[in-house]
DNA sequence: TTAAAATTATGCTTTAGAACATGCAAAGTT
DNA sequence: AACTTTGCATGTTCTAAAGCATAATTTTAA
């Protein structure tokens, strides 16, 4: 398939969400401008500090956002899939960056101009609805976990995150598979303590036969015990 | 002064921000719809999973958003000042509150139902902005307050909540003295600690001459230093 | 294939900060 | 004035989780 091809179908068929917001002339303008990136695993797509200048779409992959701490320690404060936006905050604030978002596995990314977002907000109502909408979501979410990471205890903080990895990428065919592989270290990060504690607590789930781990792979075997230990635990 | 005169006052100085944004027809339907309400100390403005339905504004006194915990242990998460804007997120993200907020000290607030707020957001798109510009630089706040209140030990987080509050609320007239006088309690919500380490730690502060503390007067004696213990230590 | 590096797993030690207890002082209340 | 309540201060104890060390396993690279 053509690049011009790949691009109109990825295009009209991926941002289904924004894409039916649109009239003809947005639509023209934003095929005229998208730009299709692809990144390989770890790979970094912006860093805090850095100026905002395009909204990012996830068409293919996963990304993490996240903050660098103190002695390097890493906190992930959203996940991404395929198709979402993300980048613009930082452009609305005025501000640059307050955090890092980088490729959990290889993924292609769509570019837009945040310039031309912006004139289409101001031309577009339910596209400032969209934005609005999703900086309400996700600020109630950042809200509640910062309740949750500084008062939950490490079982609980461990729930809850298994509990976010099944909200955001599902289960394999086999309907208990998490459908996302990722290193201890990255579960520790999710969930605010150190990957020594992030494999005891896995282990410690695996015996009380809530989880089963097999490598990286997690198989969530008693979900309801997840979100009770997530709530109270 | 009359209620009404007290009302138009009210808002044509107090509103500025925001009426400088709109037209005529539009000033009619906040004067027509605006009330006023006033709050004790203490007193809870709106709660925790409570729907949404007004526009709140700060006129006068010092607000607290917060959330309640585990163990009635409470996370500060914002605090608001005269003319503020709060109360909203949760109707834009369609969901109830997930946050509370009360009056730190007797305060004046004014409302706009919510769905008057979304008809001119539909039909002004500075208003729109607003809002965008608001909730997007709150989140940046949120997503640095999750690193920031997990990763920084105890006297940095304190350093970092007393220069919240100069920002917030700035000085006396004598440049020093922080204008707001909260509880040990609420130093300690604000920090996630105890109120017994707000305390500790308040005192160590004092005794190394970064502060000096006489009751709830809190003066700032050296900033830079606290600013350096906020960033580091 | 072997070597090197990274990741996972566990045991042991240390510690920051919570929990608890107690004493004072200030400020209302009767 | 006597009593009660509330908030501040400080010392002591306890524990959840970090830090560290080491080994086994897996992955990557050469």
Same mark, same amino acid.
């Given at each position: 398939?053509?690049?011009?091809?790949?691009?109109?179908?990825?295009?009209?068929?991926?941002?289904?969400?924004?894409?039916?917001?649109?009239?003809?002339?947005?639509?023209?303008?934003?095929?005229?401008?998208?730009? $299709?990136?692809?990144?390989?695993?770890?790979?970094? /797509?912006?860093?805090?500090?850095? #100026?905002?200048?395009?909204?990012?779409?996830?068409?293919? +992959?996963?990304?993490?956002?996240?903050?660098? !701490? /103190?002695?390097?320690?890493?906190?992930?404060?959203?996940?991404?899939?395929?198709?979402?936006?993300?980048?613009?905050?930082?452009?609305?604030?005025?501000?640059?960056?307050?955090?890092?978002?980088?490729?959990?596995?290889?993924?292609?990314?769509? %570019?837009?101009?945040?310039? *031309?977002?912006?004139?289409?907000?101001?031309?577009?109502?339910?596209?400032?609805?969209?934005?609005?909408?999703?900086?309400?979501?996700?600020?109630?979410?950042?809200? %509640?976990? $910062?309740?949750?990471?500084?008062?939950?205890?490490?079982? +609980?903080?461990?729930?809850?995150?298994?509990?976010?990895?099944?909200?955001?990428? !599902?289960?394999?065919?086999?309907?208990?598979? *998490?459908?996302?592989?990722?290193?201890?270290?990255?579960?520790?990060?999710?969930?605010?303590?150190?990957?020594?504690?992030?494999?005891?607590?896995?282990?410690?789930?695996?015996?009380?036969? $809530? /989880?089963?781990?097999?490598?990286?792979?997690?198989?969530?075997? #008693?979900?309801?015990? *997840?979100?009770?230990?997530?709530?109270?635990?």
């Amino acid at each position: 398939m053509s690049i011009k091809s790949t691009l109109e179908k990825v295009i009209s068929e991926d941002l289904a969400e924004i894409w039916s917001l649109l009239n003809p002339d947005e639509k023209r303008l934003i095929t005229d401008n998208f730009e $299709i990136h692809t990144f390989k695993k770890n790979q970094i /797509i912006y860093a805090e500090k850095d #100026d905002p200048a395009y909204l990012w779409c996830l068409l293919k +992959g996963k990304v993490k956002l996240y903050k660098d !701490g /103190i002695g390097g320690r890493q906190q992930i404060l959203r996940l991404y899939r395929p198709i979402q936006y993300f980048g613009y905050r930082a452009y609305f604030a005025n501000e640059p960056y307050v955090s890092s978002a980088s490729a959990f596995e290889p993924s292609t990314l769509g %570019t837009l101009p945040m310039a *031309l977002v912006k004139s289409m907000i101001d031309n577009n109502r339910d596209l400032a609805w969209f934005f609005i909408h999703e900086l309400s979501k996700n600020l109630g979410g950042s809200d %509640t976990k $910062i309740v949750t990471l500084t008062q939950k205890h490490i079982r +609980g903080r461990l729930a809850e995150a298994l509990i976010l990895l099944i909200d955001n990428y !599902g289960f394999e065919d086999d309907g208990k598979t *998490l459908k996302i592989y990722m290193a201890r270290e990255d579960v520790a990060n999710l969930s605010n303590m150190t990957t020594s504690n992030a494999i005891r607590t896995l282990s410690a789930f695996a015996q009380e036969r $809530i /989880i089963t781990v097999d490598g990286r792979r997690i198989k969530i075997v #008693d979900e309801a015990k *997840l979100r009770q230990i997530s709530k109270f635990g």
